[in-house]
């Protein structure tokens, strides 16, 4: 990895004002791993709560409406949530787009919603256990992905600091069992070669690429250590400081030793 690991809790719809403490202790706990970025995506309403307590960690959102405003009951822009004092918004969960019917091209919209008001973007990919036991696994993701990021044009030019790519499997999500380690690889080089086709060799090459699925302590590191993994994106276990701060450890691991 040349880039700082990423590491990125998605708490989903975990989390009331009594989760604060748990996001200051993972905010001071970061503080002592500054070879890994740590940041935490609560929901909507702890985004502000959050970004108030976090002197090191960046806070974002797990979703945006991809229009500016208007007349859209229960839904909130990017530039609220950026108000609020998200850094980072992820788009494309296989939760929304499965939960809430999220075509390729609605996450595409937001991502350019919110690249527009300068938010930083972890774009989710990952295909169902019918399409990998079909044999369709790679190809699905590659056509996801490709349709759910802005063409190249209308990204900005520091792709790489501004795009985070997320590979989760939905069969290892929440299911305790994570991909295989030749399963992250040969879907982290299809998708790290996707990026320099789509962005060119300098961008391209330097975006990160997180796998998310069932990651905990005890299998961060071996998962850490697959090529073109640049971090992860973690659910369940980072609701607690000491299971996602294992997790950060591992990925600070190879640097200190
Ligand atoms: P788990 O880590 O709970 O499997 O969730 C992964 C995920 O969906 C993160 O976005």
Not at 174 to 190: C, R, S
């Amino acid at each position: 990895m040349t880039r700082r690991p990423y590491i990125v809790g998605n708490w989903k719809m975990h989390g009331t004002r009594a989760m604060l403490s748990e996001a200051r202790a993972i905010d001071r706990a970061a503080q002592r791993h500054m070879k890994v970025e740590v940041a935490l995506a609560p929901p909507y309403t702890l985004i502000h709560p959050v970004h108030r307590e976090a002197e090191q960690i960046a806070v974002g959102a797990q979703d945006c409406h991809d229009q500016d405003g208007g007349a859209h009951t229960g839904d909130i822009s990017a530039a609220m949530i950026a108000d609020a004092g998200a850094k980072f918004v992820i788009l494309g969960h296989s939760e929304r787009r499965q939960g809430h019917s999220e075509s390729d091209a609605l996450v595409r919209a937001k991502a350019q919603a919110a690249l527009a008001v300068g938010l930083r973007i972890i774009m989710c990919c990952g295909e169902s256990a019918e399409m990998r036991e079909s044999g369709q696994a790679v190809a699905f993701v590659k056509r996801q992905l490709e349709a759910s990021l802005p063409p190249a044009d209308l990204m900005p030019a520091d792709v790489a600091e501004r795009l985070t790519v997320a590979y989760e499997p939905i069969w290892a999500i929440g299911t305790g069992t994570a991909a295989t380690t030749d399963d992250i690889a040969e879907m982290h080089g299809v998708i790290r070669a996707l990026l320099v086709e789509l962005f060119g060799e300098e961008q391209g090459a330097e975006v990160r690429i997180l796998y998310g699925g069932s990651v905990k302590p005890d299998n961060a590191a071996e998962i850490f250590a697959v090529p073109e993994v640049g971090g992860a994106l973690v659910g369940g276990a980072s609701l607690t400081v000491d299971s996602f701060m294992g997790i950060a450890l591992a990925a600070s691991e190879p640097f200190e030793s």
